[in-house]
């Protein structure tokens, strides 16, 4: 009789060994693939950063790049600077993320001349971010001009008539025509007063009589503290050092020859007047206008004539069988005025 002997066959116990052995080697060659992973925090090439690139330009088509600008970025693992190149391109080429997926940042860029721009952007880990910065520029109020004027008239009353003339000069890096709003503040009053685009690109001016004042007068702005202000059409502001009134001239300067249409044989007349003093510098500014159915044209003006002069000569031939007005101002060195009562005169045929 025979015996069976129960068990594995020789073969089948290699094949279990294979396959074990086989088991060994895969998931050894797992751990190295991870190990060698740069964005798995377990392996040796692990790179916790990301990289931030951009460019800042202006803030209008055609954008302009902005070489020189600072890019700052701020996060919890640190703060990062990078300045634009002559393209206004910047770059961190490895900016710290940590072993998350992606690092938050608090980007702020300036430029001087420029507002600010801020933002919050996310660097992820072994990747790349881009961002561009557009910049709008700050105006800049360069010069302002507040000259009181005072006229004096023969009629109606009252007969002086005071005005206060705002000429402002302003800049922007967005160009004149990027300002969109400029005016006179009276800070004290809560008053705003809009100034007019002038002929020249970035010049504003008006002519403000007392009943656009909140004060009624303008004398009764001497003393009060006043501003200019701008608005660009992004909404960028620019405000003037604190301005002043400095005066109003009381005195009215009295044109004494020829008047009253007196009537005159030569082209050239001699204009004189009364002498004015004053406690300060000034000169004199004279005009002449010739009138037309009512409409006076302006055919001769002096200016800076030396406050010791008390008559001068129209250095111009005037047309003969018309009617002329002349006037005479002191102005100071401010470019406040105070004008006389206009003279007239007629030249004979």
Known sequence: ??????????HAEGGVLVILLGLLLWSGCLDD??????????????????????????????????PGATVEISGPLGTFVA??????????????????????????????????????LTVPIGGRQTRTFRLG????????????????????PPQDLFTLRVVATLTDPDGPADLDRVWLELPEFETALDLAPGAVPGRFERALSPADLPTESVQALQGRQLQLRARDRAGIEAVSPPLSLVRVIDV??????????????????????????????FTYRLAVTRLDSGIETTV????????????????????SGVTYNWTLSVVDAFGNESRSKPAGFILSR
């Open 83 to 120: 300045r634009t190149d002559a393209r206004g391109t910047y770059t961190f080429d490895a900016l710290p993320t940590g072993e998350a997926a992606q690092a938050s940042y608090d980007a702020t860029v300036r430029l001087d001349g420029y507002a600010t721009a801020t933002d919050t």
């Open 300 to 319: 001769w003006t002096a200016q800076e004539v030396p406050s010791t002069e008390t008559s001068i000569q129209v250095s111009v031939p005037l047309t």
């Open 137 to 156: 520029g700050v105006p800049v109020v360069t010069d302002v001009q507040l000259e009181t004027v005072r006229l004096s008239r023969w009629w109606p």
């Open 1 to 10: 009789m025979r015996h069976l002997r129960l068990g594995s066959p020789p």
């Open 252 to 281: 009215t300067p009295v044109a004494t020859s020829p008047q009253g249409g007196e009537t005159l044989a030569t082209a050239q007349p001699q204009l004189t007047w009364a002498p004015v003093r004053l406690p300060y510098a």
């Open 33 to 66: 693939a991870s190990r060698g992973n740069p964005v798995d925090p377990r392996s040796d090439n692990f790179d916790a950063s990301g990289r931030l690139e951009g460019r800042v330009t202006s803030i209008y088509a055609p954008f302009q790049p902005l």
